[in-house]
T-cell receptor, first 113, second 111 residues
Framework: DAGVTQSPTHLIKTRGQQVTLRCSPK?????VSWYQQALGQGPQFIFQ???????QRGNFPDRFSGHQFPNYSSELNVNALLLGDSALYLC????????????FGQGTRLTVV | GNSVTQMEGPVTLSEEAFLTINCTYT??????LFWYVQYPGEGLQLLLK?????DKGSNKGFEATYRKETTSFHLEKGSVQVSDSAVYFC??????????FGKGNQVVVIP
């Protein structure tokens, strides 16, 4: 079992650009959640996808959007990048039913210059 | 809403010392409580959990007891090793499988 995999591991973008991050959940999981972890801070919940729909959303602007595919993998898109979007972006997978353990990927380190 | 508060600042200690990291929570009802660990350059790993009041979670020599009277879930280890150097996060769930994390505590163990 490969666990949760994220790509790419590192990324450098310029202000104003757009970025797409990808996540493959742990085998058997159907729910993907995305978190932003700024340097020196705890992860902050961005949103969650289940059955290809956004189910919950944290306090993030509409520049942050996502998608889930029929194979449960997910993408996080960020438009009009700001310097403040520089962070580690973590993907977590779980089962939608019940309060199950969330498994995290290693993250994508995004640097906006 | 549900939230957790961790003690401020990094923790530096010598090998074989006793480690305590404080965590207090605010929550509706009695949710599960978690400690996650983040080793350098890696994502988060679940270290231990407790699903109800008075439960004690334990793993790899770490322990934490869910205390509803003090709304706390402090992490302890009796004798730390250099390999325990990492960032530790207290977390609790809210909504459906979304987690609220504390700010984290960097632990540095010196040989």
């Amino acid at each position: 079992d490969a666990g949760v995999t994220q790509s790419p591991t590192h990324l450098i973008k310029t202000r104003g650009q757009q970025v797409t991050l990808r996540c493959s959940p742990k085998s058997g999981h159907d729910t993907v959640s995305w978190y932003q972890q700024a340097l020196g801070q705890g992860p902050q919940f961005i949103f969650q996808y289940y059955e290809e729909e956004e189910r919950q959303r944290g306090n993030f602007p509409d520049r942050f959007s996502g998608h889930q595919f029929p194979n449960y993998s997910s993408e996080l898109n960020v438009n009009a990048l700001l310097l403040g979007d520089s962070a580690l972006y973590l993907c977590a997978s779980s089962l939608f039913t019940g309060n199950t353990e969330a498994f995290f990927g290693q993250g994508t380190r995004l640097t906006v210059v | 809403g549900n939230s957790v508060t961790q003690m401020e600042g990094p923790v530096t200690l010598s090998e074989e010392a006793f480690l305590t990291i404080n965590c207090t929570y605010t929550a509706t009802g009695y949710p599960s409580l978690f400690w996650y660990v983040q080793y350098p350059g890696e994502g988060l790993q679940l270290l231990l959990k407790a699903t109800k009041a008075d439960d004690k979670g334990s793993n790899k020599g770490f322990e934490a007891t869910y205390r509803k009277e003090t709304t706390s879930f402090h992490l302890e280890k009796g004798s730390v090793q250099v390999s325990d150097s990492a960032v530790y996060f207290c977390a609790l769930p809210y909504g459906n499988n979304r987690l609220a994390f504390g700010k984290g505590n960097q632990v540095v163990v010196i040989p």
